[in-house]
């Protein structure tokens, strides 16, 4: 009986111990365009993320400063498939093309999941097709002037708040306005308008055919993206978009 045990145990436990540590997460970050220092966001998530998780980090800069770029990347219908998650961290709020789009969330609505930052949620803006929105989970297309926005967390036992603090205020940053928060979206956390008292969701998870979307609309300025708690939660986001822990 006994020889019977141990050999169980060996059976059940060798691929356990085959399987070694988890493999770096593949992240691609795509960023540019418009009203926002990339060069600075990117190198402050690809650092600061790295306390967290074991992550390989693409970037594609691409698009210029412009707000109606189209850019290569996605002329190759596998543009995605090298990496595990996928950030949307660009601004290009007059690109239209319904073709270009659809190329995006194409991938999005075929399982890539994804991270969604701040002035991605103006991109597309002024396309007519509601594609992007609905990858996104919100609608967007205005935001209120810049403020330090106290944040209420709904839900603190989501993963993604595992560092955050019971209090936090963002620094200098836009309180984007949402005009409709998608039936699949979960709102995690809310800010009040300074303007009107209205109560806007800035935390968020989005189901979109399945596929797991995080996302949030700070982020504008360089001082967001140097606060460590803005970089724990981006990064605690993208693992858990990822469906990882680490
Ligand atoms: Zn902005």
Known sequence: MKTYLALAFALIAAPLFAMGPAKPLRALLITGGCCHDYELQSKAYVEGSKKFADIVWTVVNEGGKGT?????????????????VVVHNECFANTTD???IRKITAVHKAGKPAVVIHCAMHTYRAATIDD??????????KH?????YPVTVLDPKHPVFAGFPAKWTTP???????????????SLATSKSEKDGSVQPVIWTNNYYGTRVFGTTYGHSNATWQDPVFIELISRGLLWAAGRTK
Request: negative net charge; hydrophobic residues 30%.
């Open 172 to 186: 200098k940053d836009e309180l984007y306005i949402i005009e409709k928060l998608w039936p699949t979206a979960k």
């Open 132 to 141: 992007w929105r609905e990858f996104l989970g919100v609608t967007s297309r």
């Open 98 to 100: 319904e073709i270009y």
């Open 68 to 84: 109606t770029a189209q850019i290569p990347l996605y002329d190759n219908p596998d543009w995605a498939k090298p990496y595990d």
């Open 144 to 148: 209120d002037h810049q403020s330090e």
